[in-house]
């Protein structure tokens, strides 16, 4: 499966992908948005026009050729984020279209992350997600490597992914872009 960056052309597409697969969830969680848009799409906009935004860290699951519609099948997202005062980064929002959903789409794009991720230093990648789901990556309760959740309440479903290094990774209280604070619903 290709991964790729995305590209200025890809914006409205992700846009797309990251409404789709949140609708079912939104209802839920912010019933009554004005834009009626799910928050992560939201959350993706601001990201976008914060200082914390890493463009070689987004990255787009192109839809198979043969795809009835093609375009984009998922897009993932790391953003600069902060233990203490060492910049680490942050994953999410994960976004795979509803059609290509439970095909690979999703472990695709957080594998080529997380490469991307480590090869460009980062000491670890902080979420709030699933345990079931992204144990298989590497990710562990947060607390285990001295890193503190954004929001106590979170409990094991944040996470980090540390990386291999000479130093030991850094500990104490994670901070995420300012865009994860600043949107309603996230």
Same mark, same amino acid.
């Given at each position: 499966?290709?991964?790729?960056?995305?590209?200025?052309?890809?914006?409205?597409?992700?846009?797309?992908?990251?409404?789709?697969?949140?609708?079912?969830?939104?209802?839920?969680?912010?019933?009554?948005?004005?834009?009626?848009?799910?928050?992560?799409?939201?959350?993706?906009?601001?990201?976008?026009?914060?200082?914390?935004?890493?463009?070689?860290?987004?990255?787009?699951?192109?839809?198979?050729?043969?795809?009835?519609?093609?375009?984009?099948?998922?897009?993932?997202?790391?953003? *600069?984020?902060?233990?203490?005062?060492?910049?680490?980064?942050?994953?999410?929002?994960?976004?795979?279209?509803?059609?290509?959903?439970?095909?690979?789409?999703?472990?695709?794009?957080?594998?080529?992350?997380?490469?991307?991720?480590?090869?460009?230093?980062?000491?670890?990648?902080?979420?709030?997600?699933?345990?079931?789901?992204?144990? *298989?990556?590497?990710?562990?309760?947060?607390?285990?490597?001295?890193?503190?959740?954004?929001?106590?309440?979170?409990?094991?479903?944040?996470?980090?992914?540390?990386?291999?290094?000479?130093?030991?990774?850094?500990?104490?209280?994670?901070?995420?872009?300012?865009?994860?604070?600043?949107?309603?619903?996230?």
């Amino acid at each position: 499966m290709l991964i790729r960056r995305e590209n200025p052309g890809d914006v409205e597409a992700v846009r797309a992908v990251v409404a789709l697969a949140f609708a079912p969830y939104q209802a839920a969680r912010t019933p009554g948005r004005p834009d009626g848009l799910p928050a992560e799409v939201t959350l993706l906009d601001a990201l976008r026009a914060d200082p914390g935004w890493l463009p070689e860290l987004s990255l787009v699951a192109p839809a198979p050729a043969k795809a009835p519609r093609g375009g984009i099948a998922g897009h993932v997202v790391c953003t *600069r984020a902060h233990v203490g005062a060492v910049p680490v980064l942050g994953l999410g929002p994960l976004s795979v279209h509803p059609d290509h959903q439970r095909r690979g789409v999703g472990s695709a794009l957080v594998h080529a992350a997380l490469g991307a991720a480590e090869a460009l230093g980062a000491p670890l990648v902080g979420l709030l997600g699933d345990p079931a789901y992204y144990s *298989r990556f590497g990710f562990e309760h947060a607390e285990t490597h001295g890193v503190t959740a954004p929001d106590p309440a979170w409990g094991e479903h944040f996470q980090v992914r540390v990386f291999e290094r000479r130093v030991p990774p850094p500990r104490g209280p994670f901070v995420y872009a300012k865009p994860f604070s600043t949107v309603d619903g996230v």
